[in-house]
Nanobody, 124 residues
């Protein structure tokens, strides 16, 4: 079993930055591909970014490409989402997820474990 706990959410002004963290416990973190997803009020959950087990491969949604960065430190069993130049449309609950398979998939159904989420609100 794997437990994922997100942190770092909060209120940020448009144009600002925020860093989310996701700490994992349980099975060997370094074997998981990790992803970030978000869900805004009244909208479907959507893919944000993902990183392979080694950190050598990443994948981003077009809406965040060039602004957000996913990274990981396997020794700390933690994955990060650095959010830069945030926009009001980035407001959502952000979730981290872990998958057994390789490759930074954008499909939520590929992920086996999910955190509880952390709220991000971007004010204009």
């Amino acid at each position: 079993q794997v437990q994922l706990v997100e942190s770092g959410g909060g209120l940020v002004q448009a144009g600002g930055s925020l860093r989310l963290s996701c700490a994992a416990s349980g099975r060997a973190f370094s074997t998981f591909t990790m992803g970030w997803f978000r869900q805004a009020p009244g909208k479907e959950r959507e893919f944000v970014g993902a990183i392979s087990w080694s950190g050598g491969g990443t994948n981003y949604a077009d809406s965040v490409k060039g602004r957000f960065i996913v990274s990981r430190v396997n020794a700390k069993a933690t994955v990060y989402l650095e959010m830069n130049s945030v926009k009001p449309e980035d407001t959502a609950v952000y979730y981290c997820a872990a998958r057994y398979g390789s490759g930074p998939s954008p499909a939520g159904y590929d992920y086996n474990h999910w955190g509880q989420g952390t709220q991000v609100i971007v004010s204009s």
